[in-house]
């Protein structure tokens, strides 16, 4: 066993990091403000750069590297801000990775090359208003009718809703109950009956829109079928990998809180010294230090098991609880240790703490983590309903 880096990791890590803080600070700071998304013109910079898709297969336009080189990536562009990390979360861990995997030729070639390209962003639409936790509630249905699939019903809190060209979305594709009539149907923007609601307004997360999807008779190819019914057990194999995706952007607001904070408490004076001369702070900063390493393991762990592959689910869920967990401690503790200016929104400090919170929500919330922590632990699944 070996936990250092290749020269070739280091290389992709010091090349992603010295993008994401040179060229995007000024535009994390931008997108927050205005909640906008990243230009189109930046992401094809983020494509040209080899930033996207970078564990997508190579014949797909991808790196062809694997999950690790994808986190050491995403943790960098994640300590500048959630939202411009984003598109290389959504490439790379996200709903382009279902296409790639699960998808017949023509819609994966329709759709990868071209996320990887940077040309369009795709989303994941699961959560419904009445299906969120218990997912495979959803009632969102697609029928398949000859070589036409029609889709009706209303999605919740989909992280890219208006802005994206392409849809995942979750839907009851037979009239088996539960998670075996559930399969994925792929929907372009513009689809006639394809409809947003209002912008959510949320805690963080601005920068990455978020709205209800409304569907009313849209009609798309059949070659559209991402997975049919019952193969929900794939999708949820897919998103074991999207779960380390998440715990590395909970690390990155954490190891970047901690990078900023270390270098504020060594400048900001106090009693006439450094604040990191004082006893207390030293504590603070070595118990953040603690829980992002660990976090980082545990994330490098589910990767490394799994490069070319996806992790399993009590890695990937280990990975996120963590970290979802760790993120939420390490932000607070940073703006903390900045007083007033870790709580003033002229810095990026209290920002990383509202995104933090998001990322314990999103992607299957702290708790349910710990129930399929604990399913993996005895070797069934724990029944919610009984
Ligand atoms: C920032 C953000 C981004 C998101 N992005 C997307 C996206 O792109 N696409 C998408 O489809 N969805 C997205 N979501 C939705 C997200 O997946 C759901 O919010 C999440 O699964 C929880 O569902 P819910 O909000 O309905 O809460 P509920 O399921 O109502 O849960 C509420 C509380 O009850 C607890 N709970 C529920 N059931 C159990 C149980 N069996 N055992 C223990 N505790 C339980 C939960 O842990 C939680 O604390 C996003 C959410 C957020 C906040």
Redesign the pocket.
Known sequence: MDFSLTDEHKALQEAARRFAREELTDLAREMEEKAEPMPDAMRMRLAEMGFLGINVSSELGGLGLGNLEALLVLEEFAKVSSAVAFPVFESSVGPTRAVELFANDVLKQRVVPAVCRGEIVV?????EPGA???LTDLRARAEVRGDTVVLNGT?R???GAGHSDGYVIYCRMSDDPGARGVGAVYVEKGTPGLGFGKPES?MG?RGIP?ADIYLDNVEVPAENVVVPAGGFRKLMEAFDLERCGNATMSLGQASGALEDVLAYVQEREQFGKPLVEFQAVQMKLAEMAMRVEAARLLIWRAAVNAQQGLPSIFDSSVAKCFSNEMVREVTGAAVQLMGGYGYSNDYPMERRLRDAW?WG?????I??QK?NIASAMVGRRFD?RR
């Open positions: 989303a994941v639409a699961m959560s969120g936790t218990a999605k809190w989909c992280s949320l997360f978020s998001g929500i999103a992607g299957g919330t708790d349910i129930v919610q």
